[in-house]
């Protein structure tokens, strides 16, 4: 059972570039969620889906598009990365109460 | 919307002895707060709630008081092991309104052999 997966795992872009974190959960839960994770402050929830085709904004969502086609699938695209940006990120699924987290992709923008 | 914060930042204690995390929370509303460990490169894993109609919860060597009067909530760990070591979130939500969590900034646990 492979849980939640997030690639990449690792990533460096360049100011003004854009790109796709890709998340997939294989436990069918209706709930997705992106997390980005800084020093100091926490988890914050950056956007999250409540079933495919739903959609809607977290804490810190400036700067970050999704979407959800599929139940699965939530992936998450900076168009157009900033230094500000560099940070973890945490894709995150769940049902009823409970949430479970991927293994985190790390990105830095020079 | 609520805020959670979360103390000490960092804790040291020697192996054997017992740790205590506490939150607070502003939102009288949430009624259901997790706690989260982190270990080095991996994801948050949860490692025991609390919801608001029960006071505490014990988990072996883990437990979770909650005191909804005064908004704070803490985690309590006994005869700490080296393995224990990692980063400790809390959190807040509310039950069943599609899971949308406000965590604490986080608590660096290390157990000293």
């Known amino acids: 059972n492979a849980g939640v997966t997030q690639t990449p795992k690792f990533q460096v872009l360049k100011t003004g570039q854009s790109m796709t974190l890709q998340c997939a959960q294989d436990m069918n839960h209706e709930y997705m969620s992106w997390y980005r994770q800084d020093p100091g402050m926490g988890l914050r929830l950056i956007h999250y889906?409540?079933?495919?085709?739903?959609?809607d904004q977290g804490e810190v969502p400036n700067g970050y598009n999704v979407s959800r086609s599929t139940t699965e699938d939530f992936p998450l695209r900076l168009l157009s990365a900033a230094p500000s940006q560099t940070s973890v990120y945490f894709c995150a699924s769940g049902q009823g109460n409970t949430i479970y987290f991927g293994e985190g992709s790390w990105l830095t923008v020079v | 919307g609520e805020n959670v914060e979360q103390h000490p930042s960092t804790l040291s204690v020697q192996e054997g002895d017992s740790a205590v995390i506490k939150c607070t929370y502003s939102?009288?509303?949430?009624?259901?707060f997790p706690w989260y460990k982190q270990e080095l490169g991996k994801g948050p894993q949860l490692i025991i709630d609390i919801r608001s109609n029960v006071g505490e919860k014990k988990d072996q060597r883990i437990a979770v008081t909650l005191n909804k009067t005064a908004k704070h909530f803490s985690l309590h760990i006994t005869e700490t092991q080296p393995e224990d070591s990692a980063v400790y979130f809390c959190?807040?939500?509310?039950?069943?309104?599609?899971?949308?969590?406000?965590f604490g900034t986080g608590t660096s646990l290390t157990v000293i052999p």
């Open positions: 939102d009288s509303a949430s009624n259901y």
């Open positions: 889906s409540v079933g495919a085709g739903i959609t």
């Open positions: 959190a807040a939500s509310l039950l069943n309104t599609g899971n949308q969590f406000y």
